[in-house]
């Protein structure tokens, strides 16, 4: 039997939703959702996320081009369209341990702690030099202690807060789905094209866009499938030979 509440309930209930009925988002509810994606988590409490809410009917349909035509863009009310800065390490980020310093949250010495840390992350240095001495430099270090991964390249910077700020999409969709709302995210869209239409500086990224509004409840699509969890999921070891889930 699954155990149910009703953040579970929202989890399993949400779907991709690809045909929207007119009714508006009530502008409360949306700002709570807005709450909830800047809840996430994210690697140091970078926060890399900016999220662009776009309501005008003329500014979805050049975004609806952008995207492949995706009908969702225009028909839900709203499109939220989720940008990552590679560059929230810097000033943003003394903002956050001010914030955290100041709350209590985080003590004086930890704060110094991530500072130090998240510099070693990011930085690449003047002509990337520093960034080319960890990409040879860390698997040397290996050899001797076990070391991450660290960021070498604005590529990898790029990857790095994209990965991040699809948490605070995910959130979204979640809570989204707890008032009744339905979502569509969407990765297939040209980047440098939206970049343009919303005035995104290019120094970012946008992982992700999502369509935001009730759906239609005349085209409900099937639940999508999905590979059953006993395939999924390992006991200890990765070789699945030895056991699976759940436990007998
Ligand atoms: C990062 C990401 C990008 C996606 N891009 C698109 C997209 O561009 N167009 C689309 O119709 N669906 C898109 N999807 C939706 C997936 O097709 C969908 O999540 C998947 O088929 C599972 O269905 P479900 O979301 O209804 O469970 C995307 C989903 C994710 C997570």
Redesign the pocket.
């Known amino acids: 039997m699954p155990i149910l509440n009703e953040t579970i309930e929202s989890i399993d209930a ?3 939703v ?1 045909f929207y009925d007119s009714k508006p988002v009530d502008d409360e509810v949306l700002l709570q959702l807005l709450e909830s994606a800047n809840r996430a988590p994210s690697g140091f409490n970078l926060q890399p996320w900016y999220f662009v809410v776009v309501r005008d009917d003329d500014l979805r349909l050049k975004l609806r081009a952008a ?2 035509d ?1 009908r ?1 863009v225009t028909e839900a009310p709203v499109v939220v369209v989720f940008v990552a800065d590679p560059e929230c390490w810097k000033e943003q980020y003394d903002r956050v341990l001010e914030l955290s310093r100041k709350s209590g949250a985080l003590p004086e010495e930890v704060c110094r702690f991530y500072r130090k840390n998240v510099d070693l992350l990011f930085r690449t240095g003047p002509f990337g030099l520093f960034g080319f001495l960890k990409k040879f430099g860390i698997p040397l270090r290996r050899l001797l202690k076990p070391t991450p991964s660290a960021i070498t390249s604005p590529t990898d910077a790029r990857n790095y807060v994209k990965a991040q700020t ?1 948490l605070s ?1 995910a959130t979204f969709m979640i809570a989204a789905r707890s008032f009744g709302l339905d979502t ?6 040209d980047e440098s094209r939206v970049r343009r239409i919303l005035k995104i500086p290019a120094s970012m990224s946008v ?2 866009m999502i369509a935001l509004g009730y759906a239609d409840q005349s085209e409900q ?1 099937e ?2 499938a999905r590979i059953p969890l006993s395939e999924k999921v390992r006991i200890n070891l990765f070789p699945e030979e030895e056991q699976k889930f759940p436990l007998s």
């Open positions: 949400r779907r991709s690809r995207a492949m995706q969702q699809m999409a569509s995210p969407m990765e297939g869209f992982p992700v699509a639940r999508s």
